[in-house]
């Protein structure tokens, strides 16, 4: 077949001339070349889809792990602050506990019932105390907006500007989270 092809190119070149051989030449690069260009436009375009396709899930892997670790921090926060809205609705009793043992009595039943309900206190007080509830401190203390409520100020001799002279109301707080805030006089 060879031969065949040899042959024909030579006729070829008999019949038509060396001229018409050099503008097939021509040709049939320039459609070579043409060719290549439209392959290479082609591969171009096909590794900016690629590129762009590889970002994307880039984005979206991002976004999933985001939302994964967002996720794990609201159920995080969910379980370490599960109690709060029992231990708010048991802070008025813990009051009213303290206010009942502040009355002083001289019956022999009722400081049997005062023991009591001393008792019921310490127990109420130390299944707050499990659950991570500590008492807010303000005697002697600096005023802290975000621990403490000023109802008053006043001006008092021995005291600091800003300082706590009086609690009115014990504040408190579940582990690092203020749940009531303690109500204090302050000096000016």
Not at 82 to 87: E, G, L, R, T, Y
Not at 151 to 159: L, N, R
């Amino acid at each position: 077949m060879e031969e065949k092809d040899v042959q024909s190119k030579e006729q070829f070149k008999e019949e038509v001339g060396e001229d018409a051989e050099q503008e097939i030449i021509t040709d049939n690069e320039a459609d070579e070349s043409q060719e290549q260009e439209t392959n290479n436009d082609e591969l171009t375009k096909l590794q900016e889809e690629k590129d762009d396709l590889q970002n994307h899930l880039l984005r979206v892997q991002a976004e999933y792990d985001n939302f994964r670790k967002r996720t794990k921090k609201e159920k995080e926060a969910d379980l370490k602050y599960k109690s709060q809205s029992v231990v708010t609705e048991l802070l008025p009793v813990l009051d009213n506990f303290e206010r009942a043992l502040q009355v002083e009595v001289e019956d022999k039943a009722a400081k049997g019932i005062v023991e009591g309900l001393e008792m019921v206190y310490r127990q109420l007080k130390t299944v707050l105390e499990s659950e991570g509830v500590t008492e807010i401190e303000t005697d002697g203390q600096t005023f802290d907006p975000n621990m403490h409520q000023a109802v008053m100020q006043v001006e008092e001799d021995g005291y600091e500007s800003n300082q706590i002279v009086e609690t009115m109301q014990k504040g408190y707080q579940l582990k690092d989270r203020v749940i009531r805030p303690a109500m204090v006089k302050v000096n000016q």
